[in-house]
């Protein structure tokens, strides 16, 4: 299924069960993909997490239901999906920057967040360098931790980005950078799918392993809360992403599937992508984006 059908039926799916106890692992699940991988794909493409998106389309029609009827705030925070009335006060407050009260005053100013609809517009007419890299396996010595999905692109979100600064923080990646020669102490983020119906993904920040990797005793690494980490072999598409902070990463993310996978035949696999942050890289580089992909059947 293209991204374009596959994005249409979940609005589509989101929008008749927006008065119901649902969220992206129930979309998910109508559309047969894995948890990680619709989060994922649903975000960047749509800019806005699926949750989001259903947040903010219960939060835009209780505002029009109250301003438009004589219906209770407490009637309408259950109809949406709260709980309780402080809980829906502090959404409404927070998304039409007025109190549910208020909304029932003519004259009042309220958010509307209309359905998101997919059209075909015209894309490209700019260059999007890419290679495409056959690799062996893969051994990395990594420090992981588990995320929520929804932790990917969700607003102001920065579980990751703070990741990175603990381990800096507490010295636990200049160890694994000191097992490495000068001119090869690139570091990796990886990150891997998770199995059917979980709500997590593993995400691991680490070395490759290879010939020119220093000797190190394995109990010792193990003992300091390092694991082993093996990506069996694989086809990847390498995108280039150029900028000062990992911003220009998602922005890639995002041109690989609205433009990279429509044009070219490929789609993407349930494998470990990673980052590859050089040691020397050429100017204004900030990160080599890893995508394993394989030709469509």
Not at 189 to 197: A, D, I, Q, V
Not at 218 to 233: H, I, L, S
Not at 234 to 255: A, E, H, N, P
């Amino acid at each position: 299924m293209e991204w374009t059908e596959l994005l249409q039926k979940a609005i589509n799916y989101m929008e008749a069960h927006l008065l119901e106890d649902v969220n992206y692992e129930d979309v998910a699940h109508y559309l047969h993909m894995l948890n990680y991988n619709f989060h994922r794909t649903f975000s960047f493409m749509a800019g806005m997490t699926a949750n989001e998106y259903i947040r903010n389309r219960r939060l835009s029609l209780a505002g029009q239901e109250l301003q438009e009827s004589n219906a209770k705030v407490i009637d309408v925070a259950l109809k949406f999906g709260y709980d309780t009335p402080e809980s829906f006060t502090k959404a409404f407050t927070r998304f039409h920057g007025v109190a549910p009260k208020y909304a029932k005053q003519r004259g009042t100013e309220l958010c509307l967040f209309n359905p998101l609809v997919i059209k075909i517009s015209m894309e490209g007419g700019k260059s999007m360098d890419y290679r495409i890299e056959e690799a062996e396996k893969l051994v990395f010595l990594a420090l992981v931790r588990a995320f929520r999905n929804e932790s990917i692109n969700e607003q102001g979100n920065r579980e990751i980005p703070d990741f990175w600064t603990e381990c800096h923080k507490n010295n636990l990646v200049e160890p694994l950078r000191e097992l490495r020669p000068e001119g090869k102490k690139d570091l990796f983020g990886l990150g891997t799918p998770t199995k059917n119906g979980e709500s997590t993904f593993d995400y691991g920040i680490g070395i490759k392993l290879d010939q020119d990797t220093k000797p190190f005793k394995e109990e010792t690494v193990r003992t300091n809360g390092y694991k082993f980490w093996e990506v069996p072999a694989c086809t990847y598409v390498v995108l280039k992403c150029f900028g000062q902070d990992g911003d220009c990463i998602s922005q890639m993310w995002s041109r690989f599937y609205k433009e990279f996978l429509p044009q070219t035949g490929y789609e993407m696999m349930d494998a470990c992508d990673f980052e590859i942050y050089p040691e020397q890289g050429e100017p204004g580089l900030f990160a080599e984006l890893w995508i394993p992909i394989r030709k469509k059947a």
